[in-house]
């Protein structure tokens, strides 16, 4: 879980004679589900939150009571957070992306999304240390005989079509050509 910023709120509670108004500061934290907005004064004790404020506002993060983090210091938390993911991002275009050919059409910011794209799912693609189809646990061998006897299925001919299912084939051939969706190419024809 990281901290990324702080939201300052308005929380109203209505009632029929008069609505309470509380400011209230949300640490938004990254990979952090909740599943309740936690209000009460013993959750907010067990979470480290100091409801009298005579001392300075912290939060901690699960039952890790070693580190806190103030509410008044999350800027710079998150400047501590951003420039360790800048510095792997670097490392990983360096790296993985060095011998990478990238369109030369594509804009600037198009490339930036792209190395941020690559950046967030790079266990998907191969590494040195984990080259692809080297998954563990579904390495697969695959042996091609190319030597006499051939595998049986190498053996078989292939299945002649009847007359009449060629005539129609060659038929439906033909209209294709006519319709423009197919056309005969000559072998020394460049097709883009």
Same mark, same amino acid.
């Given at each position: 879980m990281y901290p990324l910023g702080i939201l300052d709120t308005n929380i109203v509670f209505p009632?029929?004679?008069r609505s309470i108004r509380m400011k209230t500061e949300i640490g938004v934290m990254d990979n952090c589900t909740s599943q309740h907005l936690i209000l009460g004064n013993? @959750?907010?004790?067990? @979470?480290g939150i100091d409801?009298?404020?005579h001392k300075d506002? @912290?939060?901690t993060i699960r039952e890790n009571?070693?580190?806190? !983090?103030?509410?008044?210091?999350?800027?710079?938390?998150?400047?501590?957070?951003?420039?360790k993911k800048d510095t792997y991002r670097k490392e990983f275009v360096a790296n993985q992306l060095?011998?990478?050919?990238?369109n030369s059409s594509l804009s600037t910011k198009m490339i930036h999304e792209l190395i941020d794209v690559l950046y967030t799912y790079n266990n998907a693609f191969a590494s040195h240390n984990e080259p692809l189809g080297a998954i563990k646990g579904?390495?697969?061998d695959i042996y091609l005989n190319i030597d006499r006897p051939y595998p049986p299925v190498l053996r078989i001919p292939p299945y002649p079509a009847s007359p009449r299912a060629r005539e129609a084939l060659e038929k439906h051939i033909q209209?294709?050509?006519? !319709?423009?969706v197919l056309r005969k190419v000559g072998h020394n024809e460049k097709l883009k």
């Open positions: 009632h029929p004679a013993d @959750y907010l004790n067990i @979470y409801i009298n404020n506002k @912290y939060f009571k070693i580190q806190k !983090f103030a509410f008044s210091n999350m800027c710079k938390q998150i400047s501590i957070m951003s420039s060095s011998e990478a050919q990238i579904n390495e697969v209209e294709l050509i006519q !319709f423009g």
